[in-house]
């Protein structure tokens, strides 16, 4: 149940920040200088990190999702609450810190 | 003796407390019986068989749906034992729910056997390596519970769905040779609305089951035998 809610939760976080992206986009369609503009409002520290927590949010939601599709086709059913816990949570946490720590060194702290 | 305390959800606006010595081996069954012969005789709640065969005293015990007979307060390791009637089912009274909505829905898959050949003089054949036999030995335990159907997230917010365990009927009888009624219940299984696509493989179902019964595992093989329903009208 865990997973099923995290699946949700992450889920919204990307519908909103879709949004965000597909507005910023969008733009480009009023010159470049608007979307330069667009792009300087992100360019804010508290952004970098939302970035940071972009990338735990899609990690969690894809590895998830694989970790379904593979109960659907009948793979890991009975090891699901540890296919969880070690493909979502364990090889996720791994791949979010390979990314989240080079960004908040050299987007955050500018290193 | 070990002293436990009982907090017994007889409404929502009325939790009972009740201190209760339990013996090592007693169950929450024993210690609802303790209560009602010492301390509260109004207390109602449904029991039958004692061990776990009948599936009549299934109730919210610390938040998870379990038989009151077969689960011994010592494994809950919690001084605080909170007792409720199950979830997403109406109440009669204190801890006894109606099982109304739950038959309903098992009524809907036909969990009756509909002979192909009503006529048949003859014992059906099950070789022990034939589909029905290889599947089926752990998935016929169902004892009518009703701990998956309130555990079921996707039931608490659509009062259509069938719920894991007429699913599982619907599953036997389908495997069943003898049976002869697969449109019928795949028509009902394949209700966009209230049929086996509307889980979402929480798992709850499964982790509930008192008698062990990988349901999950039952609607995930049905979802992807229904990509080819064709296997079970052929036959």
Redesign the interface.
Do not use: E, K, N, T
């Given at each position: 149940?865990a997973a099923?809610r995290l699946q949700r939760l992450t889920g919204l976080l990307l519908l909103v920040y879709l949004f965000l992206h597909v507005r910023t986009v969008h733009q480009l369609s009023q010159g470049p200088a608007a979307f330069n503009e667009a792009m300087a409002f992100f360019r804010h520290p508290v952004f970098k990190l939302l970035e940071i927590g972009l990338l735990g949010v899609v990690i969690l939601h894809a590895l998830n999702g694989v970790r379904?599709t593979l109960?659907?086709?009948?793979i890991g059913?009975?090891r699901?609450?540890r296919l969880f816990w070690i493909l979502s949570v364990g090889a996720g946490g791994l791949l979010f810190l390979a990314g989240a720590i080079p960004m908040f060194l050299f987007s955050v702290l500018k290193l | 003796m070990n002293p436990y305390l009982f907090r017994i959800l007889r409404s929502p606006s009325r939790t009972d407390i009740f201190q209760v010595s339990l013996e090592e081996r007693m169950t929450v069954l024993d210690a609802l019986f303790s209560i009602r012969q010492e301390r509260d005789p109004t207390l109602a709640f449904r029991c039958s068989c004692r061990v776990g065969m009948c599936g009549t005293c299934a109730m919210s015990v610390n938040g998870t749906a379990r038989l009151a007979c077969r689960t011994r307060v010592v494994t809950l390791k919690s001084k605080t034992v909170t007792v409720a009637p199950l979830p997403n089912l109406p109440v009669i009274r204190d801890l006894v729910v109606s099982l109304d909505p739950f038959f309903e829905q098992w009524k809907r898959v036909l969990p009756a056997l509909h002979p192909r050949e009503p006529a048949a003089k003859d014992l059906a054949r099950i070789p022990a390596d034939s589909p029905y036999a290889r599947q089926t030995p752990r998935k016929r335990d169902c004892i009518t519970c009703g701990a998956c159907f309130s555990a079921c997230g996707v039931r608490g917010t659509n009062r259509g769905y069938l719920g894991p365990a007429a699913i599982n009927k619907a599953f036997l009888r389908l495997l069943d040779p003898r049976d002869g009624a697969a449109t019928q219940r795949l028509d009902v299984l394949n209700d966009e609305y209230s049929g086996l696509w509307r889980c979402h493989t929480q798992f709850n179902c499964t982790e509930v089951c008192p008698k062990g019964i990988d349901l999950t595992d039952t609607i995930t093989r049905l979802k992807r035998a229904m990509l080819a329903p064709g296997r079970w009208l052929a036959r």
């Open positions: 149940m099923w379904i109960i659907d086709l009948g059913h009975r699901q609450a | -």
